[in-house]
């Protein structure tokens, strides 16, 4: 994790946060949980 660590976190999956929910199903909760 050294120069090229911010490329690797650009693209790591735990720099966005969990994957966006599918659209038309729950995309007006797109910055909030899946937790139902």
């Known amino acids: 994790m050294g120069s090229s660590g ?3 976190a650009a693209r790591a999956p735990q720099f966005y946060g969990p994957p966006a929910p ?3 199903s729950q995309s007006h909760l797109h910055d909030k949980p899946l937790a139902v």
Do not use: K
Request: cysteine-free; charged content about 35%.
């Open 22 to 24: 599918p659209v038309g």
């Open 6 to 8: 911010r490329s690797e």
